[in-house]
C-alpha cells in the first residue's frame, strides 16, 4: 500500500515494511519458503517480543532479530533508501503499530514505503480444534466445577446433547445445528480430557460416589488417542477409498462396514454390540436389522401387551427402510401442535 501522491521521479527508493505474521496453531519454526526468503533478504528483522516462540529458530537459521518496539515514524525512517524492514508481530497483533502506519499512509505528508501483510504459516482445517483442546486443559485445572467432574457424572449430559442435535437436525436450523454439534464435540473433548487422568472408572464426586480405594484406575488415554484410533477406523473400514476394494453403492459399503465390524469385534452374535439402553422402538428396530443383515431366520415373538405391537412395527418400519424414532418424534410433533392449536397457543417457531 504505497502513497504515490508524494511521488517524483527524483524521489529516491522508499523501501517496503513486511509485517510476518505466523500461527500460534503450527509449531514455531515451520514457515512459508517466501517467509524465510524475506526474512534472509531484508536488511533489519524486528520483534518487540523477547519471548516470541519464533525466535530461537530464526536464531538457529542464521537471521538476527533486533528487540525494539519501533512505532510507525521509526519504521518509515528505517526504510529510506529502497531498504527492507520485517517486523515480526506478537501473538494478538500490534494494533499501535498498524494504526499508526495507516494514520501516516492517509495524512498524505509521508513518502510511505510498501506496506505488505506476508503469512509465515497458517491455519489449516481443523486447527481451532487445537485451541478447544488447550481451552478444556485449562477450565478442567482451574473450574471449580469442571475440575471434580466424573465419566459417570457426566453421562447425562452426553445423551441430552444428543437429544438436542437430533431435534436441531430435524428442525433445520443451521444456527442451532452449529452450537449442537459444538456442544456434542464438547463431551468427546470433557471426557478425553478426564482420561488422561486415569481416574477410578466409578469415582462419581459429582453425585457422591466415593469411587473406592481398591477400584483399579482406568488406563490414561488423551484427545489424541481417540482421534488416532477413530483415523484408522475409518481407514481400514473405508478400502473402496483407501484401498483396493471396490463399492459401486451404499449397499456395497455398508455391506462391507459390517463384514470388517465382524472381525475386528469378533462377536459371537449379530447381538453384540447393541446397547440395550437406548430407546425401545430405536433398540427394536436394531435387533430387526442385525438379524435381517446377518441372514438369521426367527420370527418375531408372540405375546399380549402393545409392547409385542410396537416390536412389530418397528421391525417393519426397519425392514422398509424407515427410522421408527425419527417418524414416532414426527408425528408427536404433529399431535404437540394439535394440542397447541386446541389450547389456542401460538406452536412455536421453526
Known sequence: MTDHSQSTAA???????????TSHRVAPGVLSWPAWQTLHAADRVLCADPGHPQLPYLREAGVEVEHTAADAHELVAACAGGRTVVVLPGGEGDQRLTDGLARLAGSGRVQMPDLELLPGSYDLPGARLLDLVQVMDRVRRECPWTSRQTHRGL????????????????????????????????????????????????????????????????????????????????????????????????????????????????????????????????LAAKLAGRARAGGVAVELPRGEGIGYELLELAARAEAEGVD???????????????????????????
Do not use: C, M
Not at 425419527?326 to 394440542?339: C, F, G, M, N, S
Open 11 to 21: 524521489a529516491e527508493p522508499t523501501g517496503r515494511i513486511v509485517l510476518l505474521t
Open 155 to 282: 453421562a447425562k449430559y452426553a445423551i441430552e446433547e444428543a437429544y438436542e442435535l437430533v431435534e436441531a437436525i430435524e428442525d433445520g436450523d443451521r444456527e442451532e445445528l452449529r452450537e449442537e454439534l459444538g456442544d456434542v464435540l464438547l463431551q468427546v473433548v470433557f471426557h478425553a480430557r478426564i482420561a488422561e487422568e486415569g481416574i477410578p472408572a466409578d469415582e462419581d464426586g459429582e453425585d457422591g460416589g466415593d469411587g473406592g480405594d481398591d477400584e483399579e484406575a482406568l488406563g490414561a488415554f488423551s484427545i489424541d488417542d481417540v482421534a488416532g484410533a477413530l483415523v484408522q477406523k475409518l481407514i481400514h473400514r473405508h478400502p473402496h477409498v483407501f484401498g483396493d476394494e471396490r463399492a459401486e453403492t451404499p449397499e456395497d459399503v455398508h455391506a462391507h462396514w459390517q463384514r470388517t465390524k465382524a472381525v475386528e469385534k469378533r462377536r459371537e452374535s449379530v447381538t453384540d454390540g447393541v446397547p440395550v439402553g437406548q430407546p425401545g422402538l430405536a
Open 324 to 350: 421408527p424414532e425419527t417418524a414416532l418424534r414426527a408425528a408427536a410433533r404433529v399431535y404437540r401442535d394439535a394440542i397447541r392449536a386446541a389450547e389456542g397457543v401460538a406452536n412455536p417457531a421453526r
